[in-house]
């Protein structure tokens, strides 16, 4: 039977699908038990990894179209622009937290919380860009659900505003043509002769790690220091 672009992506995901229970923030969130300064320290640390992760898929994207791969270059493409919508709407969380300028630009990110746009930065010097696609997809799932359940919680448990909470509620949102950007570009690399299941897979179990170190390190502080 031949495996089609969707197969290989359908496979991936379900490889790199996290355990929900195994956070150890997000279902606390949830049923309203997390400390609201979790919150705070969420939102200040995206100051940092969405304009990491946009040039670090800027410069994707220029690779990717370097090397005549068009298709992967317009999934990233579409993710810097969505680093940047993104980022608009970060301001009114951390504005709901509490948090003037000044004081958000004296914040020090924690070492746990920027492994991942470490690595993704990583992924964009030295990553097959299908390969980078296959591995952000499996990732953004998870990512896209734990921003669901904040965008319920927050204003549910903690009385944040709409406006504060549409940072989660736009990662939470089907991405459909992001999707079939992905899938084009999939489909284009096994037309190469290219399916390099492994090496994405072993991109997206990092991925899928430092995320995690994201959260634990948001939960216990102290880890950090």
Known sequence: MTRTAQ??????AARLAPDPAANPLVPRFADGTAHRSAITALALEQRSVIPADRRSFLHLAERSAAAGESE????????AEGETLAFERLGALVAACGVDKADADAYEPR??????PAYV?????NGTPVDVVLALTANFAAWGACCATLAQALPAHYGFSDEACAF??????PAPDLE???LAAVRAGMDRGLDATG???RH???????????????????RDL
């Open 72 to 79: 992967c270059a317009a999934v990233f493409r579409t993710l």
């Open 199 to 201: 090496t994405a897979l």
């Open 204 to 222: 997206g179990k990092l991925l899928q790690r430092y995320e995690a170190m994201f959260w634990e390190t948001l939960a216990d502080p102290a």
């Open 7 to 12: 197969d290989l992506l359908d496979a991936v």
């Open 180 to 182: 079939q950007q992905a």
């Open 168 to 173: 989660f509620a736009f990662f939470a949102e």
């Open 121 to 125: 930065a990583w992924l964009a010097l």
């Open 111 to 116: 070492a746990g919380c920027q492994a991942y």
